[in-house]
């Protein structure tokens, strides 16, 4: 694991974090996108968030999303959100969720083979120089 900011993907991470918001506030009718969708997303935005400043074993890396984001949804089971004080409506409680669900851990791991097969048809080229 090595430092070093990486503008593509941050700029990435920005453009993704985008279309989260906008399935959160405008397509939240759209069933499909508010409730599936999203959670793919999730994980494809915290690769990008963590390869913006940190170069690593892709691998490791998507395995490790899917660990977080199973421990997210785990937390959800017991009410963190409420347990920390976080209200019901704030940003919080919304990034938390409220709600633990089997369907959004199948969500994670569709998100997290897309990343596997992105990186791997998708190789980056060593840094020469």
């Keep these: 694991m090595k430092l ?20 959160a506030t405008k397509l939240e009718d759209i069933f499909f996108v508010r409730a599936y969708l999203g959670d793919v ?5 915290l690769y990008t ?4 400043f940190v170069t690593m074993n892709n ?5 490790g999303i899917f660990a977080f984001s199973c421990l997210v949804e785990l937390a959800q089971y017991f ?5 920390l004080g976080f209200r019901p ?7 938390i969720g409220n709600s633990f669900s089997w369907i959004d851990i199948l969500c994670y791991a569709a998100g997290c ?5 992105w990186v791997k048809l998708n190789p980056e080229k060593p840094i020469t120089g």
């Design 59 to 63: 691998e490791k890396l998507i395995l």
């Design 4 to 23: 070093k900011f990486n503008l593509k993907y941050f700029l990435l991470t920005i453009f993704i974090f985008l279309i989260e918001v906008l399935i």
């Design 49 to 52: 968030f963590v390869r913006s």
């Design 79 to 83: 009410n963190i959100a409420e347990k």
């Design 113 to 117: 083979l897309l990343l596997f097969f």
């Design 89 to 95: 409506g704030s940003l919080m409680y919304i990034v």
């Design 41 to 45: 997303i999730v994980v494809m935005l």
